[in-house]
């Protein structure tokens, strides 16, 4: 008997909170929002944060359009779950493809019609997210090159990344009323940079501390070069916003990189510690440009 669609709303729902933890996701994504916002202020020569309903309605929006990419990740990695990953809700049959269509329906709707009310560039650029997410999955299934890659698909990929700091750039020359500063686009690069920290460094390990099956960075260059890449792309984050904001807080970020580096070549446990180590450095650098941005120009 096929199910009720109460019943597959509450299936999805179940699926979403497993896959995509709303308070997680959305306290990181406001943390994410807030001090890069804040960040453009001091930029553009503004005394400190300034909160807003239009920059909730910012957070809110990257939440929505984090929940879109999930699912396409959920539907593109289907296959690679049936055998690595059994239990997760698509492929134990929980939910089916067609709900998570209706999702991303329902999700791209909302996301576009509460954005077009405010802005059309902002909303242009979400849609240009999610048709990105879309070609990602198009690519995942087409191109054996990209299949293969952990570097090719992250070097695509991250123009997601580039989306959402597009998105919070945009948002905030409009609430002030300043023209967009150029300089933002180093923001959002180094916000790029410091992505591409967490990303290669929590998928880093040591020979033999995986499990069978998982897609790593350091098995296309190894170890030692995939932990030197992820310290390189912090160094070069907290290079960028010593030069646009003179404040020698984001070197403490950077200590805290060096210290990891340090012990994922002396302890070289399994990979679980790689993504501890990639959480430290990522929420350091957070903070830190939080109490910058506080501190206003």
Known sequence: MSRTVMERARATLRFSVQRYPPL???????LWCV????????????????????????ALSIFGVGYFMRIVD?????????????????????????????????NAAVLLGTNLAVSW??????????VHALVLWVLEKHWVAYQRSMFLMIGIAIQLHVGHGLY???????????PLNPQGLLAILAMVFLYLHWEVMRKAAWPGTTKLGEKLY????????????????????????L??????????????????????FKNRRPRALSGKLAARSYFAFLFVMLARATLGA
């Open 74 to 106: 959920e539907l593109r990695d289907y296959e690679y779950d049936l055998v690595h990953n059994p239990n997760r809700g698509l492929a134990k049959g929980d939910v089916t493809f067609g709900d998570l269509y209706v999702a991303l329906g329902l």
């Open 24 to 30: 997680f996701y959305l306290l990181v994504i406001t």
């Open 243 to 264: 030069w646009l904001t003179k404040s020698w807080l984001f070197l403490l970020p950077l200590g805290m990189a060096v210290i990891n580096l340090t012990l994922f």
């Open 35 to 58: 001090s890069l916002d804040g960040i453009f202020g001091v930029l553009d020569g503004a005394p400190g944060l300034r909160f807003s309903p239009d920059l909730l309605h910012v």
């Open 218 to 241: 350091s098995d296309e260059v190894g170890s030692t070069a995939s932990a030197v890449i992820a310290f390189t792309v912090m160094a070069g984050a907290v290079g960028l916003f």
């Open 121 to 130: 560039v902002r909303a242009a650029i979400l849609a240009g997210i999610m």
């Open 168 to 178: 919070v750039w945009v948002a905030h020359a409009e609430r002030t009323g300043r």
